[in-house]
């Protein structure tokens, strides 16, 4: 739970900062490309599946 609650309350600040006009690249942590490799093969897998 305290995870989630330290998540929370860093949300407000994370957003602000992803709309901030100058950042022009994100780094991530391991697990983040992960996940991020994740949704992108998933997302090939559906547009596939969409043109069938």
């Known amino acids: 739970f305290e995870a989630?609650?330290?998540d929370?309350?860093?949300m407000p600040r994370q957003?602000?900062?992803l709309r901030n006009d100058r950042l022009d690249h994100m780094s991530l942590?391991?697990?983040e490309v992960v996940?991020?490799?994740y949704h992108s093969v998933v997302d090939r897998?559906?547009?596939e599946t969409?043109?069938?």
Do not use: T
């Open 4 to 6: 989630l609650q330290q």
């Open 8 to 10: 929370y309350e860093q």
């Open 15 to 17: 957003q602000k900062g």
């Open 29 to 31: 942590v391991k697990e």
């Open 35 to 37: 996940i991020a490799h």
């Open 45 to 47: 897998y559906m547009a």
């Open 50 to 52: 969409a043109r069938r």
